[in-house]
């Protein structure tokens, strides 16, 4: 039996891009004293959204440019969130990278150019079961032959997008189905899965410092 954990559960926070709209001063405050935490280890998800625009896209800039500066002043990296916007959030991103933000594209389901030009900026890249998806994944599958292994991560977007390929179906998306993310991966790769889920493995935990709080060596 495992003793000593001294965090169990960790989390991000921010305010995603649908909710932009409600964007005030007392939320940077209200985000500043989660994000002293030490197992609160990212700000996000924060970005842009213009599929829907639940929140009006100069109100999803004010929001993400508040939380990017959110980043800098506690030295957290970003769980970012770009979805049909990619220009604007390339370009605010750029400035932020350039200084000293990091942070992971979650969720991404771009192109191989899109995927090319956040590893250019040095971000991260998060997969999820999209790259399962036969049909709404063909340029997710062809991006994840390219993206630099040390720059991949596997998540969930649980309870969303459960893995096409997983054997057994259940109605809602768990972290246990992560195993059938990278095996994808690694098909489409041409690699062993092991490999696969180390690499992405060691990319989360070096992005979110998770040595620093016992979690991960
Ligand atoms: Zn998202």
Not at 83 to 112: P, W
Request: glycine fraction near 6%.
């Amino acid at each position: 039996m495992r003793t000593n954990i001294p965090v169990t559960c960790i989390s991000t926070a921010g305010v995603h891009p649908h909710s932009a709209d409600g964007w005030n001063e007392a939320m940077r405050e209200v985000l500043h004293t989660f994000l002293a935490d030490a197992a609160c280890v990212a700000v996000g998800e924060t970005g842009l959204d213009y599929n829907r625009n639940f929140s009006t896209p100069a109100n999803q800039r004010r929001a993400f440019a508040a939380q990017l500066e959110l980043a800098a002043e506690t030295g957290k990296p970003l769980f970012l969130h770009c979805r049909d916007a990619f220009d604007d959030f390339y370009m605010m991103m750029r400035d932020a990278v350039a200084a000293g933000a990091q942070g992971v594209v979650h969720c991404f389901t771009g192109s191989q150019d899109e995927a090319e030009a956040f590893a250019g900026l040095r971000l991260d890249i998060g997969v999820t079961g999209w790259v399962t998806d036969l049909a709404r994944g063909q340029a997710l599958r062809e991006a994840v032959k390219t993206i630099p292994l040390n720059r991949l991560h596997l998540e969930t977007d649980a309870p969303y997008l459960s893995p096409k390929n997983a054997k057994k179906r259940r109605p809602y998306n768990e972290p246990a189905n992560l195993v059938w993310v990278a095996r994808a991966i690694a098909e489409l790769r041409g690699v062993d899965e092991t490999s696969v889920a180390q690499a992405c493995t060691n990319n989360s935990s070096r992005l979110f410092r998770l040595a620093n709080l016992g979690l991960h060596p």
